[in-house]
């Protein structure tokens, strides 16, 4: 025996068929496999030698990379399936010209025959009732048939891959990790037109590497990471767009609460001015009341009581005004004490009576029948 059969067999963690053994040991010899030895059908097998620590295969002059254990990657084609198919009854009318009767004559016997000359021929079934289907990078199930003539095929047109190089893979890694990071770092501190200038840088990148491996025939499992880096920044592109989105809401409600704020702080102002202007008045009015020689001593002294009163309540207000600053810091409290509800009338009544009598108004109070002596209330806030 010259040849092997044992032809390939599917990797363990996926079942897909990349490799394809050159080289066993069979009946005590070292024989090629089936893909290898219909190279040389008919022929002498050619000497075979390693080179580079068992790495470089060399055939005849043909030099092919092999993995640690002899076996070749293959590049797959993208039209890996489109071989010429013949039914078994023409290949051997066309190989060998069997006389048949004319009755069995058959158009285009001459074509089939032109086609087959000079080419090797793989004979055997493509039907799945054999269960003969193998799994490849291609997405694609082509019958253990196509498989072998496609596998002989790249051996013989030197269509194989490197084996992986840890050093390339160690490189891609950092690269799809590091580069991502680096280019959105950049677009952090940029405008968000700037966003799209790294996808295209990285868009760019992964094309010349993938031109790269392919035109240089190496073999990488790691290339994938660089995809997963693409993906990978336009996902922190989208967290960063959602980040600020959110900080934009957040502002946007700030600046609302803020205006708001101010809106209120105004109409406070505008409040507590007037609320000053209500007890100097009183002021006003009562003290040029005394002025008035004909009061006796009961009027002028109630007068002046009530004088002192609006001067402390207006003092009251001002204080309340330098207490803004702690109404904005959220620190000014509502303190309720047992306050009696009548005499804190009775204040704003008095307040506001020189304010009625210029006007010529009667201005008088009035309480229901069984109204408590006190509530739980600020007085001088209410």
Known sequence: SQAGVISMHADNDDGIHRRIPLLHSAYGKTLPS?????IYAGQRLPDIKF???NQLVMINKQKLPVTPAGEVIIQFPSNGSSFKVLSFYQLVHAAFNVPVRPELQYPGAETIAAQVKDKRIFVGSRSAVLDDYVSTPMNAKYPGLFMLALASQSIEQNRVLAPRKPALDFFLMLLAVIAPLALFEQRARRSAAFSFIPLLLMAALITA??????LSKQSSGLFF?????????????????LSLYLEKQKLSFEKMAAEEAYELKSRFMSHMTH???????????FNKLLDDKKLDSK??????????????????????ILDQARIEAGQMNI???????RDVVEDVAATLAPLALQKNLRLSTSYSDGMPEAYMFDGFRL
């Not at 089936?34 to 219909?38: G, K, R, T, V």
């Not at 590497?209 to 392919?214: A, F, H, R, T």
């Not at 990471?225 to 767009?241: E, F, K, Q």
């Open 335 to 341: 303190v309720p004490s047992p306050t009696a509800l």
């Open 275 to 285: 609320e000053l202007r209500t007890p100097l008045t009183a002021i006003i009015g």
């Open 299 to 320: 009027t002028h002294q109630q007068y002046t009581k009530l004088v002192d009163k609006n001067s402390q309540h207006l003092l009251s207000l001002i204080n309340n």
């Open 209 to 214: 590497l993938s031109c790269g491996l392919y």
């Open 51 to 53: 080179y580079d620590n």
């Open 225 to 241: 990471p660089l995809i997963a880096g693409l993906i990978t920044y336009l996902m922190l592109l989208v967290l960063r767009g």
């Open 34 to 38: 089936l893909a290898l030895a219909s």
